[in-house]
């Protein structure tokens, strides 16, 4: 923690806002992480009914997440290979900054947090995110909200709606120009558990970092859509795209797990083709510790070009 | 979206002779796609057939409701 910072407003009872990394403090509005503790949930999703979410008594537990989210973004947790946004270029430019708050009343303007009716999942409601944080003159380009939900654990994430009005770093992929978007309408947005493993915090950011405009990065354990991390084809081409001008290789192989019979999908070539990469099924790493992944070639890219033109607005 | 482990894919299989493999695959894959598709688009047929189809496979594979799974325990791993 190279900051702490508590702030106390007299509208909202007992809310606490630690600077966890300061960021960029030459800039208005850096690029910035928000972690917050739910104050309600919805459940069962679009069901328009709330209850306080329990995180709300747990202040403690709360913010040993909130290490646990930093470390895992700037590749602190013990065992870890991604080191992600720990590059001295890119480190010191992003502002962390954690929110704790209770005593919300239980209603749709402060639940961040819906429990599935059809799953275990969590699901962020992206769009109450932005003006949440507003109340508390916060601006997130990423935001988790943590829960202790009692009964749904599994994490989620939805992509950011970029502001595709402003502007950004233009980039092309296999010649199509797109744009890596100083700024969001909706931020990425991350619904996890208090008591989720840490390096989910990372995958769930891989998500929302990306863009439904301008770039999905999507679950590569599933046969899922095309995306900046997931092409169709059979045979599976050796190259996997070219992005910014630069050729990339298809990762043949899935890392050694194999692509399903049936499967359009292929990935992007591996930076540690040894084990599942960080978007993939990582707890099938061969020697049972998943902090031994990493992203694979065209998503680090990705992302951290990303990052780096939001550091540069 | 945190990927299944496979212990877990495993007990639901175990739990729920009525369900095959296949219903997994289907069943997450259809999650996933979920948060592909951007939210703020106005609601597709696709997407009712998805959260419909969603809905019929979670019967199939969680009869008793998902209580006794857990994503949220491995930290002590």
């Known amino acids: 923690v190279l900051a702490v910072h508590s702030v106390y407003f007299t509208d909202c009872p007992m809310p606490t806002v630690r600077v966890i990394r300061p960021g960029d403090a030459g800039k208005p509005d850096p690029f910035t992480i928000c972690v917050i503790s739910n104050p309600a949930l919805e459940s069962p999703w679009k069901s328009s009914q709330f209850q306080a979410d329990p995180i709300t008594?747990?202040?403690?537990?709360?913010?040993l997440c909130v290490r646990?989210?930093?470390?895992?973004?700037?590749?602190l947790l013990p065992e870890q290979a991604e080191p992600f946004l720990s590059d001295p270029g890119i480190a010191p430019g992003v502002r962390l900054v954690s929110l704790f708050v209770s005593g919300l009343e239980a209603g749709d303007v402060n639940s961040l947090v819906a429990e599935d009716g059809v799953s275990?999942?969590?699901?962020?409601?992206?769009?109450?995110?932005?003006?949440?944080?507003?109340?508390y003159g916060l601006i997130a380009d990423v935001a988790y909200a943590i829960s202790q939900s009692d009964s749904h654990t599994r994490p989620s994430a939805w992509p950011a709606t970029d502001d595709d009005s402003?502007?950004?770093?233009?980039?092309?992929?296999?010649?199509?120009?797109?744009?890596?978007?100083?700024?969001?309408?909706?931020?990425?947005?991350?619904?996890q558990?208090?008591?989720?493993?840490?390096?989910?915090?990372?995958?769930?950011?891989?998500?929302?970092?990306?863009?439904?405009?301008?770039?999905?990065?999507?679950?590569?354990?599933?046969?899922?859509?095309?995306?900046?991390?997931?092409?169709?084809?059979?045979?599976?081409?050796?190259?996997?795209?070219?992005?910014?001008?630069?050729?990339?290789?298809?990762?043949?192989?899935r890392?050694?797990?194999?692509?399903?019979?049936?499967?359009?999908?292929?990935?992007?070539?591996?930076n540690d083709p040894s084990f599942p990469a960080l978007m993939d099924n990582y707890w099938l790493a061969h020697d049972g510790i998943p902090e031994h992944c990493q992203h694979d070639v065209v998503t680090r890219r990705f992302l951290l070009d990303r990052v780096r033109a939001k550091l540069a607005r | 979206m945190e990927p299944l482990k496979p212990e877990t894919r495993a007990?639901?299989?175990?739990?729920?002779?009525?369900?095959?493999?296949?219903?997994?695959?289907?069943?997450?894959?259809?999650?996933?796609e979920r948060f592909a598709t951007d939210p703020e688009l106005p609601p597709s047929p696709e997407a009712?057939?998805?959260?419909?189809?969603?809905?019929?496979?979670?019967?199939?594979?969680?009869?008793?409701?998902?209580?006794?799974?857990?994503?949220?325990?491995?930290?002590?791993?």
């Open chain 1, 193 to 253: 558990h208090i008591a989720s493993v840490p390096l989910t915090a990372l995958h769930e950011f891989g998500h929302a970092l990306s863009s439904y405009s301008n770039g999905l990065i999507v679950d590569l354990y599933e046969d899922g859509p095309p995306a900046v991390n997931n092409r169709h084809g059979r045979p599976i081409p050796e190259r996997f795209a070219v992005y910014d001008g630069i050729a990339l290789a298809s990762d043949r192989k």
């Open chain 2, 48 to 77: 009712e057939r998805r959260e419909s189809r969603l809905a019929e496979l979670y019967r199939k594979l969680f009869p008793q409701g998902h209580g006794w799974l857990s994503h949220a325990s491995p930290r002590a791993r």
């Open chain 1, 68 to 75: 646990f989210v930093e470390q895992a973004l700037f590749g």
């Open chain 2, 11 to 32: 007990r639901i299989l175990d739990e729920n002779p009525q369900a095959a493999p296949e219903d997994i695959d289907e069943y997450e894959r259809l999650l996933a």
């Open chain 1, 57 to 63: 008594n747990d202040e403690a537990g709360f913010d």
């Open chain 1, 255 to 270: 890392d050694g797990l194999g692509y399903p019979t049936g499967w359009r999908s292929f990935h992007c070539e591996l």
């Open chain 1, 166 to 191: 402003g502007p950004g770093a233009a980039f092309t992929m296999d010649g199509a120009t797109f744009h890596h978007r100083h700024r969001c309408i909706v931020p990425g947005t991350v619904a």
């Open chain 1, 120 to 135: 275990d999942l969590l699901i962020a409601r992206r769009a109450r995110f932005r003006p949440f944080l507003e109340r």
